[in-house]
């Protein structure tokens, strides 16, 4: 890919490397997306062989774009991009290339330690004894459930299989991991066996300035069972996950993805003239969330946009598009 009017712009193999390992959801789940994409651009960066300013912007800014091509919904690959934009500075290649290293080595710190944090709080919530029900599979919730596990409480979890891409298998072993155990249901179950949970934990790819989660499919219909049933549903959700364009309007693109993910081609065939989608994320109105837990406070969802003000003001910019 070539930065539109210029000649000689390329991207990294790396870049391209890890734009499709993120299609392809070797690397997935909001928080490893934004971390990839960090390093990505650090890669760009270290390699690049400009020789103005001008063409390493521009080839920091092409490869942004080859890396927001790949996955619509999890706000952490465009925020993490804006963070290291943001610290880009510098009037020759040498100052503009360690700007981009030290900017993604903080932000990648941060990520580290927002995770931690949040995980001492989303623990707080948790008692010695209780029933968790797992949709997905996200490391903030695991956070949460790591640090309970340090406090010394028992936990014991029931894990949805998260049809189609089965992340709930991967939940299930990490929690193995903290030794908790385990139940694993099929996505149907879920209602059944809420009956039995203390809470719902899920993560979230993006959250609204009006407090609405997007997340894996199936976490809609799993908050709206929970809250028929006074079940407390808890979003463990970094700030990277705050989307700064829902502050002017803007919505989530909600990532549809290929239908053999859903049912193998021959026994498509075998039906016969069927439309399959795969919608990979759905959005959860904030009157079934009780609390967005992140690492700066557990907020009510409906109050998170004070938050998302505080942190981004009213404009969200887009440092990698083309200047003029
Ligand atoms: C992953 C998913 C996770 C969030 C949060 O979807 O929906 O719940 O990304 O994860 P996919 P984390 O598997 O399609 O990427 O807390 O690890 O950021």
Known sequence: MKERGTAD???????????????????????????????A????AEASTATTAETFEQEMR?????????????????????????????????????????????FQNQLAS???????????RLQDGDTVLFHCHSTDVLSCVAAAREQGKSIRAIVKETRPRNQGYITARELRELDVPVTLIVDGAAGRYLE????????????TADGAVVNKIGTRPLAVSARERDTPVVVAAQTVKLDPTT???????????EESEVIAADDREDIGDIAVENPAFDVTPPRYVDAIVTE?????PESIVFLMRELFGTQSDQPWEQQE
Do not use: C, W
């Open 41 to 44: 651009l650090k890669q760009q």
């Open 296 to 300: 700066r406070g557990q907020f009510p």
């Open 9 to 39: 712009v390329e991207v990294h193999p790396a870049v391209e490397e890890t734009a499709h390992q993120i299609a392809e959801m070797e690397v997935r789940g909001a928080a490893k997306i934004a971390e990839t994409a960090a390093s």
């Open 62 to 106: 092409l490869a942004a774009r080859v890396l927001l091509d790949t996955r619509p919904t999890a706000v952490s690959l465009p925020n993490s991009l804006r963070y290291i934009f943001r610290r880009i500075d510098g009037e020759s290649v040498d100052e503009l290339r360690e700007s981009v290293i030290t900017g993604t080595r903080a």
């Open 114 to 124: 927002a995770q931690e944090e949040l995980g001492g709080i989303g623990a707080n």
């Open 196 to 207: 039995e949970a203390d809470h719902v934990f899920v993560g979230a790819d993006s959250v």
């Open 247 to 257: 502050l002017s309007g803007h919505a989530v693109e909600i990532e549809m993805r």
